[in-house]
């Protein structure tokens, strides 16, 4: 299995990096943040946490502490969480933290069957795959502001693929880091804890939001332009979804 992180810079000043898992094939890849700064690093979720250690991370400095942050508890983002000793997330996913089995991360039956290594490295074997428990040192909320010197995190609540969704909006880079309730790709709005009524008023916070560019948990960087479009493209095709009577969108 190829080892190792794919690694991208997508902000010089404050130090962003996008990474990625190189065993996981690239349409199933999922992205994470490291900022680093003078005095402290961050890394906003850890990705399936396959064919990577902690040493792995691609830091200029490698003794300055980590804070690791989780935008929500799904398997394909909490892969290396209990890596870390400092661990922040939003409180109402803070038992799957601690105890992430495969139902409540969603990885049954997300991972049954499907090829998520490259070719040739055969499949995860779900009997085996487990993800280390790693209860929350420290709980995140709307408005909560982690600073790392040269740089700002801002905690934006955003519940709808997940009912602790949260993103990510620093300043110093113009990004925002919204994970999955904003991507290029399908947004899950149907699977256990989801709702499509919060994505869509997540998305409205979003919209409002001072950002150049979304930096996602799946696919392609958006810039501003390509965030706002898509959150209307889902907009658009919710809208056009016939719901029988009686049933609300919550
Ligand atoms: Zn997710
Ligand atoms: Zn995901």
């Known amino acids: ?120 490295d055969g499949q995860i074997n779900l009997s085996t795959y487990e993800i280390a428990p790693a209860p929350l040192t420290g709980t995140l909320s709307d408005g909560d502001v982690i600073d790392l010197t040269e740089a700002r995190l801002e905690v934006v609540y955003t519940p709808g693929h997940s009912p602790g969704s949260i993103s990510l909006r620093c300043p110093e880079a113009d990004l925002v880091f919204t994970a999955d309730v904003l991507h290029a790709g399908p947004i899950y709005d149907n699977i256990p804890g989801a709702s499509r009524a919060q994505v869509l008023t997540s998305h409205e916070r979003l919209s409002s939001l001072d950002f150049a560019y979304a930096a996602p948990g799946h696919g392609p960087m958006l810039n501003r332009a390509q965030a706002l479009a898509r959150m209307t493209s889902y907009r658009d095709l919710c809208g056009s979804i016939r719901l029988p009577t009686n049933t609300s969108l919550a």
């Not at 199933?28 to 040493?55: A, N």
């Not at 200029?60 to 690791?68: E, M, N």
């Not at 508890?73 to 939003?90: E, M, N």
Request: net charge negative.
């Open 1 to 120: 299995m190829k080892r190792g992180l794919i690694v991208e810079a997508i902000c010089r000043q404050p130090r962003v990096l996008r990474l990625s898992e190189a065993c996981i094939r690239p349409q199933e890849r999922s992205y994470f943040y490291l900022i680093e700064t003078t005095t402290r690093s961050c890394l906003i979720d850890s990705g399936w946490g396959l064919g990577w250690t902690i040493t792995d991370l691609p830091l200029h400095v490698s003794d300055r502490p980590v804070t690791a942050i989780a935008t929500h508890s799904h398997v394909d983002h909490i892969g290396r969480l209990a890596a870390f000793s400092d661990r922040l997330a939003h409180a109402e996913e803070s038992a799957v933290y601690a105890a992430p089995d495969h139902e409540a991360t969603q990885a049954w039956p997300y991972l049954e069957g499907r090829q998520l290594l490259n070719e040739g």
